[in-house]
């Protein structure tokens, strides 16, 4: 079968972005990015069809439509189930037990060379190791997905948000001294707003391992809905199609999920340099 349509559709639109990216605007950078993910899928399409890829190696785009399509109702569950109750739910608790840990930590210097250690050996455990433990202690339902989730986020932003809370310049922490500042002043007026641009990147870190979490927890035990659950049992039927489909539910998530972290971190942190727009 001959490659050459598959190769003028690429060289044509690797032309056409060559030629949009010359105009550095707004516009023209969503135009480039649009028409690089539709050239994916177009060639997707053409190689499946072309060379007659069956459906349980790699469907086609088209068929993941139609399955996902046909599944609206059962993906809708398994989102609800997975993403809100599992995956956000625990990056939550996870993210509050961090802020509040670290804080503790910042305070005192005896809880940072016990807790860190134990929090660094917490965070090197595998997650298929711990993840049918927490099913035992939690149930088959979305808590012991959220528990997953806790564990693997609660770190990645303990790290970061004792990083930040430590940022600040020792000037800074002499000046509060000398005004004779209590800590929980210290702490609103200066350590907490120096820790925001490192708390949002353990945030941002961390939805996507929220997600990955909820999902693989759900490999060893849930109810008859959840995202893990439909993989697991799609790919036993060899419905490849409905895989994609729940894999593309999880892709769209986490990108709404990082986004709106990111919009947030935008306006919380507006004052750093790194939200400001880059001149040359």
Request: hydrophobic share 60%.
């Amino acid at each position: 079968m001959s490659a050459l349509p598959i190769i003028a559709v690429w060289l044509g639109a690797w032309g056409l972005n060559a030629w949009l990216a010359r105009f550095d605007t707004r516009l023209t950078r969503f135009l480039v990015a649009l028409i690089f993910g539709a050239t994916i899928l177009v060639l997707w399409e053409m190689v499946v069809r072309l060379y007659q890829v069956p459906t349980v190696i790699l469907p086609a785009p088209t068929q993941i439509a139609a399955s996902f399509a046909a599944n609206r109702g059962v993906l809708w569950t398994d989102f609800v189930q997975t993403i809100v109750k599992g995956a956000l739910t625990g990056w939550v608790i996870g993210a509050l037990a961090a802020i509040a840990t670290a804080i503790a930590i910042d305070r005192s210097p005896f809880l940072q060379r016990g807790l860190l250690p134990i929090g660094n050996f917490v965070a090197a455990l595998p997650i298929v190791g711990i993840a049918p433990i927490l099913v035992m202690w939690f149930g088959f339902d979305w808590q012991s997905k959220a528990a997953v989730v806790v564990v693997m986020v609660f770190f990645p932003i303990l790290v970061n948000m004792v990083a930040g809370l430590a940022a600040t310049d020792p000037m800074q922490r002499d000046l509060m001294a000398t005004w004779a500042a209590p800590y929980g002043a210290s702490l609103r007026k200066m350590r907490l707003p120096a820790a925001m641009p490192f708390l949002f990147n353990g945030l941002k870190i961390t939805t996507t391992l929220a997600l990955i979490g909820a999902i693989v927890a759900e490999f060893f035990g849930s109810p008859t809905r959840g995202m893990g659950f439909r993989i697991s049992t799609a790919v036993g039927r060899l419905d490849l199609p409905l895989v994609w489909a729940e894999i593309l539910v999880a892709a769209v998530a986490g990108t709404l999920f990082y986004g709106i972290v990111a919009l947030v971190e935008k306006k919380v942190t507006f004052w750093h340099p790194s939200q400001r727009p880059q001149r040359g």
